[in-house]
């Protein structure tokens, strides 16, 4: 069978991409594809090997952007600059992007995930060490923190979860900046 004249596979992960968005990754499968692009279930695999590889699209799409933001927003910036700019540009691609977000949480068997992936370990381990928050040796259990922080703001946000008047920007680099305070004293204590 041919191929749908029109239809290409960036369609369908834009289109799988905008479902996630509403849904959550788990919304998106083949019926639901079909159903949004107005074509049968079947017109899909001539672009696409399946859901898997749709979900695997999805989290190197998300992990690429979400990089791209990262990396973006630390351009001339050094220091409590850079690491607030980081993590404001992390958690703002969280919310505006729900679906790539979920999607680059992902575990998929890709190659380019695991490349992207150990691309953003590096920019933000980069940014510890060259700043002084981490050492070599502390440098992957400070990013493994600053994830956990920056994720659990970004779930916190979504789900609405924040109810007092003061501002969640304000709180998210008040809590950053406690984070690498805590960073430098204990960097300081281990060298």
């Given at each position: 069978?041919?191929?749908?004249?029109?239809?290409?596979?960036?369609?369908?992960?834009?289109?799988?991409?905008?479902?996630?968005?509403?849904?959550?990754?788990?919304?998106?499968?083949?019926?639901?594809?079909?159903?949004?692009?107005?074509?049968?279930?079947?017109s899909l695999y001539n672009h696409i090997n399946g859901l898997q590889a749709i979900r695997a699209e999805l989290a190197v799409r998300g992990l690429t952007k979400l990089f791209d933001q990262m990396a973006d927003s630390v351009t001339e910036r050094k220091g409590d600059?850079?690491?607030?700019?980081?993590?404001?540009?992390?958690?703002?691609?969280?919310?505006?992007?729900?679906?790539?977000?979920?999607?680059?949480?992902?575990?998929?068997?890709?190659?380019?995930?695991?490349?992207?992936?150990?691309?953003?370990?590096?920019?933000?381990?980069?940014?510890?060490?060259?700043?002084?928050?981490?050492?070599?040796?502390?440098?992957?259990?400070?990013?493994?923190?600053?994830?956990?922080?920056?994720?659990?703001?970004?779930?916190?946000?979504?789900?609405?979860?924040?109810?007092?008047?003061?501002?969640?920007?304000?709180?998210?680099?008040?809590?950053?900046?406690?984070?690498?305070?805590?960073?430098?004293?204990?960097?300081?204590?281990?060298?």
């Amino acid at each position: 069978m041919s191929p749908r004249i029109g239809l290409t596979q960036k369609m369908i992960v834009d289109a799988a991409a905008e479902i996630a968005d509403q849904e959550g990754v788990n919304g998106v499968s083949l019926a639901a594809l079909s159903k949004k692009m107005n074509v049968r279930p079947p017109s899909l695999y001539n672009h696409i090997n399946g859901l898997q590889a749709i979900r695997a699209e999805l989290a190197v799409r998300g992990l690429t952007k979400l990089f791209d933001q990262m990396a973006d927003s630390v351009t001339e910036r050094k220091g409590d600059s850079a690491m607030l700019s980081l993590a404001h540009a992390y958690v703002d691609f969280a919310i505006e992007n729900p679906g790539y977000y979920e999607a680059a949480l992902l575990k998929v068997h890709d190659k380019r995930t695991e490349i992207v992936s150990d691309q953003i370990v590096c920019l933000v381990t980069k940014l510890l060490i060259e700043n002084g928050y981490a050492s070599e040796k502390t440098a992957i259990h400070a990013t493994r923190g600053l994830r956990s922080l920056l994720h659990g703001f970004t779930v916190l946000i979504a789900k609405e979860a924040f109810e007092r008047e003061e501002d969640i920007l304000e709180s998210l680099s008040f809590s950053i900046r406690t984070f690498l305070s805590g960073l430098l004293i204990n960097n300081k204590n281990i060298m």
